[in-house]
């Protein structure tokens, strides 16, 4: 959904992306990443700066962006709202996010959760009693050399590479030979030029899987997130405010570069920050963090990210000079980007593997 308050006077469009889903576990759907939180903490920091707009008559747009399925491919909620082009128009664009230390991102290129290949292998064999099993072909061992075939190269793979994949369909019964297995993988690497080697490897691996268990493998590649922008002028302003405002477990040194969006699709495009003030004892993707939701470690985090969110757009819609400061930045790391891309491709040459004689 989209929410806007808009006065009658054109200013800056302050945009606030509010999220709402649950992870997904063996137990059901929880929040076990606080993403309940993320839409009363966007609304309240709206709702304070379209109040505040309307006291003091300054001109200026508030958005709120609602953007559900974050943790989901195919693809991201975000990136399908911005191809849609919902986001146009947006001048900034803040949201909170769950977190056991109060930190800020360095200035540049990268993502929450590094660069993301989603894809799903799907072999297909010939079913046969198992008694007779030399009359089928065994989709689930294909499924199983995959991840074999994984295992036994990771230790040439750089050491940043994450390959993550379940098994989501293994047969019917143990009687009967498998005709049919998938496995769901997310391929990650911090950027996106050897991560398309990564992810050609795992390829390859299926591929070979399918060959040695005389099966046939569907590769489909169904989602990707690629790098966002993080820029310094907002994200030490939101780190100032959060301290400000009484933050517990603060990290003084800034953590890697990461685009407040984890598919990157909206913050390459628009500049932004994501809010992380601590709100939980325990990691993400945990129960702990999702009981902490309720606890007052939460309700501190929650409050203190609202209020630094409400600051940030005051300060955007108020001072014409950090407006202009957060475009000058934005547009020079986005113009860098391209060099970028070309300088890892020098970086990462593939290993010459001579023909055997």
């Known amino acids: 959904f989209v929410a806007k308050y808009r006065r009658g006077t054109p200013g800056p469009n302050l945009g606030v992306i509010v999220e709402y889903d649950a ?3 063996t ?3 929880f929040h076990g990443d606080q993403h309940s939180a993320q839409g009363p903490v966007g609304l309240a920091a709206a709702i304070a700066v379209a109040e505040y707009l309307t006291r003091k008559g300054m001109p200026g747009t508030v958005t709120v962006y609602g953007t559900p399925g974050e943790e989901m491919m195919p693809p991201e909620a975000k990136t399908v709202m911005w191809e849609a082009g919902v986001f146009q128009g947006a001048d900034i664009l803040v949201r909170s996010h769950s977190t056991r230390v109060t930190s800020r991102s360095a200035a540049g290129f990268g993502t929450c959760c ?7 292998y ?3 064999g010939a079913p046969a009693h198992e008694l007779t099993s030399w009359n089928g072909r065994n989709a689930l061992e294909a499924v199983i050399k995959l991840f074999n075939n994984i295992d036994s190269v990771r230790s040439n793979m750089r050491p940043e590479t994450r390959i993550q994949g379940i098994i989501t369909e293994g047969g019917a019964a143990p009687n009967v030979v498998p005709d049919k297995a998938s496995a769901d ?6 950027d996106a030029v050897y991560l398309e080697q990564v992810t050609e490897w795992v390829n390859n691996a299926a591929r070979a899987a399918a060959l040695a268990t005389g099966t046939k493998v569907k590769i489909d590649h169904y989602g990707r997130d690629r790098d966002g922008i993080s820029v310094a002028t ?5 780190f100032a405010y959060m301290k400000q405002f009484g ?8 953590g890697k570069p990461k685009g407040y969006d984890e598919t990157g699709s909206v913050s390459s495009q628009i500049p932004g920050v994501g809010v992380t003030a601590k709100s939980s004892n325990f990691p993400n993707h945990t129960y702990g963090m999702e009981a902490d939701a309720l606890s007052e470690v939460g309700h501190q985090g929650f409050l203190i990210d609202a209020k630094t969110m409400a600051a940030i757009l005051y300060d955007f819609a108020k001072h014409p000079e950090l407006r202009d400061a957060v475009k000058t930045e934005f547009t020079r790391i986005h113009a860098l980007f391209g060099e970028y891309q070309e300088a890892l491709r020098k970086v990462y040459p593939k290993p010459e593997v001579p023909d055997p004689k």
């Open 247 to 254: 933050a517990t477990g603060i990290e003084l040194d800034p």
């Open 185 to 190: 993988f997310y391929i990650r690497y911090p």
């Open 234 to 238: 907002l994200e030490e302003l939101a």
């Open 27 to 29: 137990k059901g759907a």
């Open 23 to 25: 992870l997904r576990g």
């Open 122 to 124: 799907t072999f297909y």
């Open 114 to 120: 590094m660069n993301i290949d989603g894809v799903h």
